[in-house]
């Protein structure tokens, strides 16, 4: 038989490590937030061979005493929490007391220290978690903790690093994360003697963004702030005019700690929900502020995820947040002219007394434009009072080339897409029937046929039912015939066959997404299949109506692709370009 023993303490921190220390970014992770957590203004993370060879972090935080200094580096000693209560109750990053001691099993490790009130600092020098000397040593006001050969003694784990480009890009990650949670702290990360980031300290939150993303980012955000019991939230999040192709810039933290969490992201995708493509998504950074009491983070080794006891609480709050931001922030695009020269185009114009002379205004008026000219004088221009904040108050002045509305605004020129403010009436109408499973359908006097190749008959055999949940009664006739009973009457006066035909294409595009992105590319397709193209002429009580129906979507801004519906001119654009100015 086997006997059982009590593994020493340096093995113990061995595997310890192989749980929270993955890679060189899990070592900048811990020894950022220990930086943190003492309080530092200033943190640098120096990197060679992607953290391979040497990562050291740099901070004029609080220090250690020597006896601290000792104790940091044993398995389950912290200063952050004393009794079982204090789990419940936790504001630092830290509290397990274990990092120190599994990053220093498995690396070379030195660590230097001073606090404020001492005149010298000490240096503790470890070898696979061995200590191996221990002395004062002179150095500034807070903690330098250097790792060199970070895996030598756990081969396999170190043959399991990715590239360097790659472990880069997890460091960097980590620091982002943390530099944008503590705008008031500068940090700095250098890499093979290069700053790759680097930011001010100054507490503004969007300058780190503009740091670490560029200032065109920072020129596509909103701000986010709302409060309720118990909680608050801020940041910025983008319009829905710029998107990403993946989550990776969507930055949520809860009580300054970077977190996943299913909860949030589901929010953010509601709150987005019908504003973007499919597969895009917004950039966010989203601080949220709980009571610590409700969210649990102590469910993963790296606290990377975190547990809400009042999810659908949080959930609501989170989608509120952003959905509000995004429904009442006036998301009309401006335009911005890059207006000529004034000077050099000033001195191309004939003078004003030639002026009248010029042929360009003496050519007389044609007929018809001169009978355009009358009514467009006796037609009233419509007045558009809208009562919420969606629609902006205007004068509809016209209709231009069967494809625009045009109206005065208060400070400027509206020019509107009549095609996307349809888009987005339909879309929404249609979804609020689809999502009660009450489509209104009518019924063909005459059914329309539907040849299909064989593809494509297998997939309408497949989706029959979805086709009845979006309003189409199809019915197999003969091998390769359908025949369209009925459609969804949304949609008016339409060649159900080419929306069959549409509709099929786009399940086959969408095979391989949920239920739900499928409704959505399905709706999308429809609503724009079933507005008008560019060519409907419109009166203006006709402008009028549409524009009502759009004060009554939710998002008024934009199609289901995130298209804007309206563009605005500014007088002040105008003047300028008119080189009155
Ligand atoms: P934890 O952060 O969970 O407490 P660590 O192993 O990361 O555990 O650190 C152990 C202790 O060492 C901390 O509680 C803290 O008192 C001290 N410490 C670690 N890093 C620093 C630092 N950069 N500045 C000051 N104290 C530190
Ligand atoms: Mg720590």
Redesign the pocket.
């Known amino acids: 038989m086997t006997k059982i023993i009590q593994l020493p303490e340096d093995l113990i921190n061995k595997i310890a490590a192989g749980e929270v220390i993955e890679r060189p970014a899990s070592v900048v992770k811990?020894?950022v937030?220990?930086?943190i957590?003492?309080g530092?203004t200033f943190i640098e993370v120096e990197i060679k061979n992607a953290g391979k060879h040497l990562i050291r972090?740099t901070?004029n935080?609080?220090?250690?005493s020597f006896e601290?200094?000792k104790?940091?580096?044993v398995?389950h000693?912290?200063?952050?929490?004393r009794t079982a209560d204090d789990l419940h109750n936790i504001r630092?990053?830290?509290?397990?007391?274990?990092?120190?001691?599994?990053?220093a099993a498995v690396s070379h490790f030195v660590?230097t220290?001073k606090v404020r009130e001492s005149l010298s600092g000490f240096r503790i020098v470890c070898s696979g978690g061995v200590v191996q000397t221990e002395q004062e040593a002179g150095t500034s006001d807070?903690?330098t903790?250097e790792i060199h050969d970070l895996f030598f003694n756990t081969p396999v784990r170190k043959k399991f690093l990715k590239s360097d480009a790659s472990e880069i890009g997890h460091i960097v990650d980590i620091i982002t994360h943390y530099a944008l949670v503590n705008p008031k702290i500068s940090f700095r990360c250098v890499n093979d003697g290069n700053a790759i980031l680097q930011t001010d300290g100054q507490g503004d939150l969007l300058g780190v963004v503009a740091a670490v993303y560029g200032r065109n980012v920072v020129k596509e955000l909103v701000p986010v702030h709302a409060e309720s019991d118990g909680f608050s939230i801020s940041g910025f999040v983008s319009k829905p005019t710029f998107s990403r192709g993946d989550k990776s810039q969507q930055h949520f933290f809860v009580n300054g700690r970077a977190v996943k969490n299913a909860v949030l992201d589901a929010a953010m995708h509601e709150a987005y929900h019908s504003t973007l493509f499919i597969h895009r998504h917004p950039f966010a950074v989203l601080l949220l502020d709980v009571e610590p009491q409700i969210v649990d983070v102590n469910i993963h080794p790296t606290k990377k995820e975190v547990k809400f006891e009042k999810s659908d609480v949080i959930y609501r709050f989170v989608y509120h947040a952003v959905r509000d931001v995004l429904q009442n922030e006036n998301l009309i695009p401006v335009q911005s002219f890059q207006g000529p020269d004034a000077s050099a185009l000033r001195s191309s114009l004939p003078s004003s007394s030639s002026l009248s002379s010029s042929s360009l205004f003496q050519k007389p008026f044609d007929t018809t434009s001169q009978a355009a000219l009358q009514s467009a004088v006796h037609s009233p221009a419509l007045e558009v009072r809208s009562h919420g904040e969606k629609v902006p108050q205007m004068k509809l002045l016209g209709q231009v080339q069967k494809t625009f509305f045009i109206a005065e605004a208060e400070d400027g020129l509206l020019i509107i897409d009549q095609h996307i403010v349809q888009e987005r009436v339909f879309y929404e109408r249609f979804m609020t029937q689809y999502l009660s499973t009450a489509v209104k359908t009518q019924a063909l006097l005459e059914p329309a046929v539907f040849d299909s190749s064989p593809a494509e008959a297998a997939l309408i055999r497949h989706y029959l039912s979805e086709f009845e949940k979006f309003g189409f009664a199809v019915e197999e006739f003969g091998t390769s015939h359908f025949l369209i009973r009925s459609v969804p009457s949304i949609f008016g006066k339409v060649q159900a066959a080419d929306v069959v035909r549409d509709l099929v294409h786009q399940f086959e595009e969408s095979k391989r997404n949920s239920v739900v992105s499928l409704a959505e590319a399905v709706i999308t397709r429809m609503a724009c299949r079933a507005s008008v193209k560019a060519g409907d002429t419109f009166s203006n009580q006709e402008m009028q109506q549409w524009l009502y129906e759009l004060e009554k979507c939710t998002l008024a801004y934009h199609c289901p692709h995130g298209r804007p519906i309206f563009i605005k001119i500014t007088a002040d654009e105008l003047e300028k370009m008119f080189l009155r100015v």
């Open positions: 811990e020894l937030e220990n930086s957590d003492a530092a972090v901070d935080g609080l220090g250690m601290d200094a104790l940091s580096l398995r000693a912290t200063s952050k929490i630092t990053l830290g509290f397990r007391g274990e990092a120190l001691a599994s990053i660590l220290t807070g903690t903790i």
